[in-house]
């Protein structure tokens, strides 16, 4: 349990609203890919050998013929860039942002995650586990300043959360030449970034492809768009509007919302005269400085869509910089059809009753619902809840989401500036069965933060 809590009576008035959840049905499971053997990998690798490849292309190639990514190349000064962290990490984190994580703390030798073996210099894994907490913990400590000061913590937690990770962008973000002086390319999350003054929009790499939509269905995948920010400076993205396409009314699109990966970042938005306006002067979205993030745009189905065509378009951006692209930038179009969906009916919420003074307390129920699972089986891919009231954020951390007990995915350590409180299990669904009464709590550790 972390201990960054002091004991001190604090006063909380709050609510949790917004609750949002992402469900799949069971049984889908993504193709299987053919891969070499690694007695097959390690023919290649001696013939590179023989032929004097260096280690760097060595390393590269057997990360690629094993279904990995290639690292970005150092620059003439020796020092690995390249890479950017747009999403927070913790114990138990998997995927391509953690191997990035533990090769750039493994190219100083003051952060390193192993001296050998799993984990070590070319041998780095997408799982954050024991070892990578503590070499994060290393590298907050060394950055303290700048990492720790300003929330005033006086040693390394292991959470790699915003400061963190903006020290981490600074370092091994944007790749330059020579002495690491200058302007060069870098590479933001999975896009390569080019030197340029204007934020750049297009259709990202994993944009859905024509599919069928069911009628009344959640969150249904429309289109997804990169944006591309080559420029020094983090850029805010203010204003995004799309259009309808395909043979279908404005109804037919219940509810519109943009996503950041599992994180939702607009409440939901309704199609007039065929458009969808997204406005926040705030910032729906920031792109940091020479890296990029992928938009998601998703919609509930009308109930009564079945035959119809749906699709989105991006037609325009507006942002603290120049915008660059071809409007407008066409997603694909999907059919509905109709079919029996299975249903996720939440119970009665119980939340705290009003309280004048609180105890500080490690495990206080913060939010806790019972929800009925019909028709087939889910999976639980994420949960959304928002913070209401005039509580001081420092003064409630450290959530953690239970599911019959269990606990489900990872801390999350506060809510963001604007009260959410994203539950990301994407990585590792919870199975939600039919008859049977699953229990969802919210906990925390309520208290003045150290």
């Not at 927070?88 to 192993?114: C, E, F």
């Not at 340029?196 to 994993?206: E, F, I, N």
């Not at 745009?297 to 009308?302: A, N, R, T």
Request: with cysteine; charged share 15%; hydrophobic share 35%.
């Amino acid at each position: 349990m972390s201990s960054f809590y002091r004991s001190k009576t604090g006063k909380i008035a709050f609510a949790f609203v917004g609750l949002m959840m992402a469900v799949a049905l069971l049984g889908t499971a993504a193709p299987a890919r053919a891969a070499l053997t690694s007695s097959q990998v390690d023919s290649i690798v001696s013939l590179l050998e023989s032929f004097g490849a260096d280690q760097a292309t060595i390393t590269n190639v057997r990360v690629s013929l094993e279904g990995g990514t290639p690292a970005p190349a150092p620059t003439e000064s020796g020092k690995v860039c390249g890479y950017t962290f747009a999403a927070d990490l913790s114990q138990g984190s998997t995927g391509a942002d953690v191997k990035d994580l533990q090769v750039v703390l493994n190219s100083d030798p003051d952060t390193i995650v192993a001296e050998s073996g799993v984990g070590s210099k070319g041998n780095e894994t997408e799982y954050f586990g024991s070892l990578t907490k503590q070499a994060v913990v290393k590298f907050q400590n060394k950055y303290a300043s700048e990492v720790l000061t300003p929330v005033e913590l006086s040693a390394g937690t292991g959470y790699v959360g915003s400061m963190t990770r903006a020290k981490l962008n600074d370092l091994y973000g944007e790749c330059k030449s020579g002495d690491d002086t200058g302007t060069g390319t870098g590479t933001g999350t999975g896009t390569t970034v080019t030197t340029g003054t204007a934020l750049t929009v297009g259709l990202a790499s994993d944009n859905p492809a024509s599919s069928v939509l069911i009628e009344g269905q959640a969150i249904a995948d429309l289109a997804n768009y990169t944006l591309v920010n080559p420029t020094s400076e983090d850029v805010k993205v203010t204003k995004v509007v799309l259009k309808r396409t395909g043979i279908s009314a404005d109804s037919t699109l219940t509810n519109v919302y943009l996503f950041d990966g599992a994180v939702r970042l607009t409440d939901a938005a309704t199609v007039s005269s065929g458009v969808i306006t997204f406005n926040d002067s705030t910032g729906i979205v920031t792109i940091p400085a020479g890296g990029s993030r992928t938009i998601v745009v998703k919609s509930d189905i009308d109930g009564s869509s079945n035959g119809q065509t749906v699709g989105v378009s991006l037609t325009g951006v507006e942002a603290t910089a120049d915008v660059a692209g071809t409007f407008p930038i066409e997603g694909n179009v999907h059919s509905i059809a109709s079919m029996s969906l299975a249903k996720v009916q939440f119970d009665t919420t119980t939340t705290p009753s009003a309280n004048s003074s609180l105890n500080p307390q490690d495990d206080y129920v913060m939010w806790q619902n019972t929800p009925n699972i019909q028709t087939r089986a889910v999976y639980l891919k994420s949960l959304r809840l928002r913070m209401i009231g005039s509580v001081q954020k420092g003064d409630l951390g450290n959530f953690r989401l239970y599911v019959d007990g269990v606990q489900a995915g990872s801390a999350v350590a506060q809510y963001d500036d604007n009260g959410y409180v994203n539950f990301d299990l994407t990585s590792n669904p919870v199975e939600l069965k039919t008859g049977i009464w699953q229990e969802f709590q919210i906990l925390a550790q309520t208290g003045s933060r150290c």
